[in-house]
């Protein structure tokens, strides 16, 4: 449980996020979404888990929202359709 923690947490910091170097500015969008809805969903079964336990669930919690904004970043997405279009 820790390790994975860890890692979600190195996740946050974008110090684990692995793209193909051959792919597309758009493809590694599709990939990020991707991995993102992932790990969200996966946080989420966590806190379940936890609440059935009668365990906090407060960091689970926080590092989902952070993957949750980060995911629906606006931004970032533009970004992506602006390096599309060059």
Do not use: C
């Amino acid at each position: 449980m820790k390790l994975l923690i860890e890692n979600w947490q190195k996740f946050l910091n974008e110090d684990v996020v692995d793209f193909p170097s051959e792919a597309t500015a758009s493809e590694r969008y599709k990939n990020y979404l991707m991995h993102m809805d992932s790990a969200i969903k996966q946080i989420k079964s966590l806190e379940e888990i936890f609440n059935r336990q009668g365990r906090t669930t407060e960091e689970l919690v926080q590092i989902r929202e952070s993957l949750e904004r980060l995911r629906d970043d606006e931004t970032l997405k533009y970004d992506i359709e602006e390096e599309e279009k060059k």
